[in-house]
């Protein structure tokens, strides 16, 4: 039987850890390879890591045919809800999951079955792709929150590989990684090298020294309210001023025609 594997399909399966490697080592080893592989023709598409523990222990195993895709990008929109549909993933995964999804929604076609009018449940969606991909709707495809998958895109734009298997491996949790990504690449790498504990400590000194921030910011709004306040004030004030400066102009005025009448009429009677 010829198994072909794809290292482009290959990396829609994120890595077992050592542990869980050891766990699935353990449990082939001692009751067979009961799930059969799914196989694309040719293409392996599930059981990456049971078919590499097999082909090193000699262990029989069976496969099966999923040939209902027209085109490979298919083939890792199902890998990728496979994945998803599987408890064990965690949070973080899931949401690097749900973003590939969103990559490949996002520059995708609808693709057809031949001679069909339109494509089967499987395929590739004919509605626009793009009302799938907001980050709203690529929270509910993991199944977390917004703000976890804010701070996923975050980790995998500006996190490093070390970074990234920390946080996958579950040394450092989403937040704190997310924090420790704002650091510069060489920052981040010592921070990983120096373990658990180390990455915890400098994810916490990261968050404390943006905290601050947030009480100035919020006092400098407040202070320029105030000033923009007193500064309506002072012009209120002026207005007014005027206003009876004007006033009094022109009651000085009134006097003064008054006296200048007064001042006629006597030189008049003289």
Not at 8 to 14: G, M, Q, T
Request: aromatic share 2%; with cysteine; net charge neutral.
């Amino acid at each position: 039987m010829r198994i072909t594997i794809n290292e482009e399909l290959r990396k829609y399966i994120d890595p077992l850890t050592d542990g869980e490697h050891a766990m699935l080592e353990r449990s082939l080893l001692a009751e067979g390879c009961r799930d059969a592989l799914v196989l694309w023709g040719e293409t392996l598409i599930d059981g990456h890591n049971r078919y590499d523990i097999c082909r090193k222990h000699g262990i029989a195993f069976n496969t099966v045919q999923n040939d209902s895709f027209e085109a490979i990008e298919q083939v890792m929109l199902w890998m990728i809800d496979n994945q998803l549909s599987r408890r064990s993933v965690t949070d973080f995964q899931r949401g690097m999951l749900a973003l590939r999804k969103k990559e490949l929604l996002a520059a995708a076609q609808p693709i057809a079955a031949p001679g069909s009018q339109s494509a089967p449940a499987d395929v590739l969606p004919a509605a626009p792709v793009s009302v799938k991909t907001s980050r709203k709707d690529v929270a509910q495809i993991a199944g977390v929150s917004s703000h976890t998958i804010a701070q996923i895109e975050k980790i995998q734009k500006t996190a490093t590989p070390e970074l990234i298997d920390a946080v996958r491996v579950g040394a450092i949790s989403i937040g704190a990684a997310a924090a420790v990504a704002s650091l510069a690449s060489g920052e981040q790498v010592a921070a990983v090298a120096g373990g658990k504990k180390e990455l915890r400590q400098v994810a916490r000194q990261v968050r404390q020294a943006k905290a601050p921030l947030k009480p100035v910011l919020a006092q400098a709004a407040r202070s320029e309210q105030a000033d923009a306040a007193a500064q309506t004030g002072e012009v209120a004030a002026l207005k007014a001023t005027i206003v009876a400066l004007n006033a009094e102009n022109r009651a000085l005025k009134e006097n003064v025609a008054l006296l200048a009448a007064a001042l006629e009429q006597a030189r008049q009677a003289a």
